[in-house]
């Protein structure tokens, strides 16, 4: 079974009736877009509709898929919430970029939006968080019922949404604040899943440094060194001056799979899907087109680069862009909403995990899930246009290989970690790099032949674009190996 096999056999296990629901009767939701009111949901008997406001761009999802989007935002430990339909009818709910609630209901809709002061960049030095974390208060830890506003995220691992405030403090999103950045929590200190944090932010940095975009991340140490957290700015909330409409989605929810069904995707069919919308949009050139393809191959790639089993159809998003003073069609035949594959989120060295040692690709490519060679990789590249895919996975191979080659030169206790978190951290990072070592001579890549990377050079990647002066760069230190460290122990 590919992917973290534990956690889907679980899932599949669960009895959820996620059936969509039609809305009741001549029911109305109203649908606000940030703090901005879009239009409302209703029900024409069939399937749900969008009614935008005569102003307001015409809504991405096309009626049909109305429901399975929606599903789609739900956390999926909450299986019985997924008859969404009777939800928002009782509730008000905010999802991403979304607020839903019925009508008449006077939840206040909350922008969400990154500034200089509020990016995580700018607290951040060498990768590690700088800033504080407010501490939860005795709501968020006592046992009382959430007001249902507060913003909701979806995905297996325990996460939260929060914000950085002007005093740089990472606070928890409570119903009446933005919600700007993940934080990935996986307390767990010991057991197999011990540091899954550190190694998904090493990942994220390994990422960017092979070429693939990835969101601004941090990594946030526990004062005494026993556990850590990873913080991931959300790249569908606008930055600065940016007064687009962002809007992400992601490949199960295009597809119109249930959230069930995400490790059955094909991504032949998802790419299919994903270039038939591409087709549709008004700002979309055959460059821009092309473009998606060679992000869309790369994500897979890096996935078989970086021997990651849980690239499902719900970790792999498109992100679409509209300029809302534009002129809005609101023909289905053709959306003004440009599209883009997101950045990269969720990346992990899944074989490192004790236990994964021999996890294969969560999704098929051409009904392989282990053993791709070049030429799969070829033939997989060829069927969405790609013409130089054996060369783009074989890069990545070796990027992601010396990369992680560089994480394992670090002793933990570098990132402020301490006692058996920081051993579980090492063996993780050590795991990851002779994995993705054996992945690239797998690829033809032979790292001995190749000079060592120092992880300066791996943290030092900033991608093109995202590049943002944080006023930080200068005061980093050069992060020591671990003869070093332990020479200064
Ligand atoms: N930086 C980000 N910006 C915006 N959305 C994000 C970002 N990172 C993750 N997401 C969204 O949140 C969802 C959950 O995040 P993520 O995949 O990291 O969590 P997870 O619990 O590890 O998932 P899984 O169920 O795959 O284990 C993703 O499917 C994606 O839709
Ligand atoms: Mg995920």
Not at 30 to 42: A, L, S
Not at 99 to 111: C, H, M, N, S
Not at 302 to 321: E, I, Y
Not at 400 to 416: M, Y
Request: with cysteine; glycine share 8%.
């Amino acid at each position: 079974m590919g992917g973290l096999s534990i956690i889907a056999a679980w899932e599949n296990s669960r009895t959820i009736d996620d059936t969509p629901q039609p809305l009741p009767g001549k029911q109305f939701v109203d649908v606000f877009y940030q703090e901005i009111p879009w239009g409302r949901f209703y029900d024409n008997g069939l399937s749900w509709k969008m009614e935008e406001r005569p102003d307001a761009p015409a809504f991405p999802v096309a009626d049909a898929d109305i429901h399975r989007f929606l599903q789609s935002l739900f956390p999926e430990t909450e299986g019985d919430k997924h008859q969404v339909a009777s939800l928002f009818l009782s509730e008000p709910r905010r999802l991403m970029n979304l607020l839903i609630r019925p009508e008449g209901d006077k939840t206040v809709p909350v922008r969400n939006h990154i500034d200089a002061e509020s990016r995580v960049a700018r607290h951040t030095t060498r990768g590690l968080f700088v800033g504080t974390m407010v501490p939860p208060t005795a709501s968020d830890t006592q046992d009382f019922d959430p007001h249902p506003a507060e913003p909701k995220l979806s995905g297996m691992q325990p996460k939260a949404p929060v914000f950085i405030d002007r005093q740089g403090n990472v606070n928890f999103s409570s119903e009446r604040d933005p919600f700007t950045l993940l934080m990935k929590f996986n307390y767990d200190q010991r057991g197999s899943k011990a540091g899954l944090p550190v190694l998904e932010w090493a990942a994220q940095q390994v990422s960017r440094y092979a070429g693939i975009e990835t969101p601004d991340t941090a990594l946030m140490v526990d004062g005494d060194g026993s556990r850590a957290a990873l913080l991931s700015e959300r790249f569908d909330v606008p930055c600065g001056q940016d007064s687009r409409w962002l809007f992400a989605m992601d490949g199960a929810a295009l597809m119109g799979l249930p959230t069930s069904d995400k490790y059955k995707a094909n991504p032949i069919q998802l790419w299919r899907r994903m270039d038939e919308i591409a087709r549709q949009s008004k700002g979309m050139s055959d460059d821009d087109r092309q473009k998606m393809a060679e992000q869309f191959f790369d994500r897979f790639a890096l996935a078989w680069a970086m021997a990651d089993g849980d690239l499902h159809a719900k970790n792999v998003s498109v992100l679409f862009t509209c300029d809302p003073s534009a002129p809005s069609p609101k023909s289905i035949k053709s959306t003004p909403w440009k599209m883009t594959l997101s950045p990269a989120y969720d990346t992990v060295c899944t074989r490192a995990i004790p236990g994964f040692g021999d996890d294969r690709m969560a999704l098929k490519i051409n009904g392989k899930d282990d053993g791709l060679s070049l030429s799969a990789w070829e033939k997989f590249g060829g069927q969405i246009g790609i013409k130089d895919a054996g060369n783009r996975v074989a890069c990545l191979s070796e990027k992601v290989a010396l990369g992680f080659a560089a994480f394992a030169t670090v002793h933990p206790a570098q990132w402020g970690l301490d006692g058996e978190y920081a051993q579980s951290v090492s063996r993780l990072l050590d795991r990851a790099a002779t994995v993705t070592r054996e992945r690239a001579r797998y690829m033809g890549v032979h790292l001995d032949a190749l000079p060592q990377v120092s992880i300066n050079e791996v943290m030092e990647s900033r991608m093109e674009g995202l590049a943002l002066n944080t006023g930080n760069q200068d005061q980093e230190e050069p992060i020591r190996g671990k003869s070093e460290v332990d020479d200064m122990r």
